[in-house]
């Protein structure tokens, strides 16, 4: 069955990096967009980056947008998100999740995420 | 402030019939993007229980349906259940925002 595993969470001072991965496994990863969604603690649900299957376009929310790298490489199954310049509006669950957006004619239609990973969680703080 | 709008809880007994609402804005739902909804069970990850505004993923009761119309969509679970009893997000994508978007979240309580 399909699973996600991130890791690359825990605290970390503002101004601050750190690095997430997600490992990718029963279904052909590089078939398929990933993104990153994140959770703030007793809050919802935040869209902050999406992959194509290639790796060659990549979407950021405005909130993250020059201050967070989505990567994959596709001969380790593997999704990144590298993250700079942190700010405590950044602590959260971040969840690694398959996106079911598809390119029609060059045209990415996006769609659901399903399934998710089980978070994981970055605190940003002095 | 989520760029679509859920209310923040519903409520109703074991076996009643409630809806959750989805009010969105012509640069979302109202400009044909598909609604999906998933469901988050307190601790655990969202899981998606509809998809396409209407489909429902292999394993999802049949007690949960999706319906979308205009710029808005909603969310129906009939037969409610103590174990339905989560936290209810709707998602679409905005063509202003190039990005996907979710609704704040409705909080289910079973009564």
């Known amino acids: 069955q399909v699973q996600l595993v991130e890791s690359g969470g825990g605290l970390v001072k503002p101004g601050g990096s750190l690095r997430l991965s997600c490992a990718a496994s029963?279904?052909?990863?590089?078939?398929?967009?990933m993104s990153w969604i994140r959770q703030a603690p007793g809050k919802g649900l935040e869209w902050i980056s999406d992959i194509s299957s290639t790796g060659t376009t990549k979407y950021y929310a405005d909130s993250v947008k020059g201050r967070f790298t989505i990567s994959r490489d596709n001969a380790r199954n593997s999704l990144y998100l590298q993250m700079n310049n942190l700010r405590g509006e950044d602590t959260a669950t971040y969840y690694c999740v398959k996106d079911a957006t598809m390119t029609i004619f060059g045209v990415a239609i996006p769609n659901w995420f399903d399934p998710w990973g089980q978070g994981t969680l970055v605190t940003v703080s002095s | 402030q989520s760029v679509l709008t859920q209310p923040p809880s519903v409520s109703g007994a074991p076996g009643q019939r409630v809806t959750i609402a989805c009010t969105g804005t012509?640069?979302?739902?109202?400009?044909?993007?598909?609604v999906h909804w998933y469901q988050q069970l307190p601790g655990t990850a969202p899981r998606l229980v509809i998809y396409g505004n209407t489909n429902r993923p292999s394993g999802v009761p049949d007690r949960f349906s999706g319906s979308k119309s205009g710029t808005s969509a909603s969310l129906a679970i009939s037969g409610l259940q103590a174990d339905d009893e989560a936290d209810y997000y709707c998602?679409?994508?905005?063509?202003?925002?190039?990005?996907?978007?979710f609704g704040g979240g409705t909080k289910l309580t079973v009564l």
């Open positions: 998602q679409s994508y905005d063509t202003s925002l190039s990005g996907s978007v």
């Open positions: 012509s640069s979302n739902i109202g400009a044909g993007y598909d």
């Open positions: 029963g279904f052909t990863f590089s078939d398929h967009y």
